[in-house]
DNA sequence: GGAGGATGCTTGACACGTCATCGATTCACG
DNA sequence: CGTGAATCGATGACGTGTCAAGCATCCTCC
């Protein structure tokens, strides 16, 4: 790219993480710097995110289904609806949803139109469960970008938009 | 106050009902839409180098284990050194290293000073891979980024710097 | 209306993340 | 010296991500 490195990173933020990391040699370029600062970031954040909804029995990968259907709520989604729903895709959402059943939280049945289809929607019991954990969550949100001002979480958001645009990957960011 | 929607009104008292109609809004909050930015991202991300590192034959895994021992390289390192430093934290290093050693990429041996541990070195056949991916890596990196500046990518990790610390996340990730 | 293809869901297989536990080894302290 | 705590690692169990294959159902076109 830019020719003001060689090997040599530029540091992107004097070499804060670089140092806390132990590192050896710096990172290769600051497209690598980002990409890592990413990861380590959204798996900090995810893993905040899973301590406030675990306590109630739910994984993550779970809550998010049920943000999914209550976005929905009353409307039922068929499965490849929700597969495309959410933040993470997954050919599992069948087995998300075998669990989520079984626990009460989502009914399912056969659509009687097309019988291909299978029509879920979040219970009344799993309504108050989200309801339950909509402070926690919250709270989680927040803890994860309090430290930054309205501005900067903009600023952000747009960033993290151009990124997934870049990687050529762009479906809706919708749950609730 | 919030306008009204004609779907099938419950009859819930009104914190119930209101509630419900806010979640029909995009984000509750701009925190919560940052984090969502941050996971839908890094999955996009971390999609993208899986491509790049899989025709080789290895998992996004286990290359960052690979780049964690060519980082120490020649020095060993103990298995949990290899865990302190890899991007996603793990308990299950024991049995990445049990697929790339039994794949010729790594090489184990017991320390013979302190038994309990066991040194871990990447081989020069691991050390020739990685050295055939690192172009395809490098393009992931670009490719994700590549949409934006320069003083953009120094922002972006500055402002994911801020939201680890405020996680209170702070452990190293070493990779190269 | 019947054949072929597309669509939606399920299942199986494998790798990984996560937690709990256990065995082996080391070290600190009495 | 010997006991107990701490450390390191392996292992088992469960949920999930991912790919591939299979099945039922629908649709299109002849």
Redesign the interface.
Known sequence: ??T?QGVQA?P??DG??QR??????PF??????????????????????AAAVEPAGITLAQYNVLRVL??S??TPLATYEIAERL???TPGVTRLLDRLESQGWVSRTRCTEDRRLVHCRITEDGLALL?RL?AE??A?????????S?D??????R???????????EHP????
């Open positions: 790219m830019t003001m530029p992107a933020s804060v993480l806390e990391l132990q590192q050896r040699r290769r370029s600051p497209a690598q710097e980002a990409a890592i600062a990413m990861l380590r970031t959204a798996d900090v954040v995810r893993r905040r995110l209550r976005g709520n009353p933040i993470e895709q309801a909509d969550v919250d989680a949100d927040e803890a994860a970008v309090g430290a930054l309205n900067d979480v903009a600023v952000l958001v960033l993290l938009g151009h990124v997934r645009q870049g990687c050529g990957a960011t919708a749950d609730d």
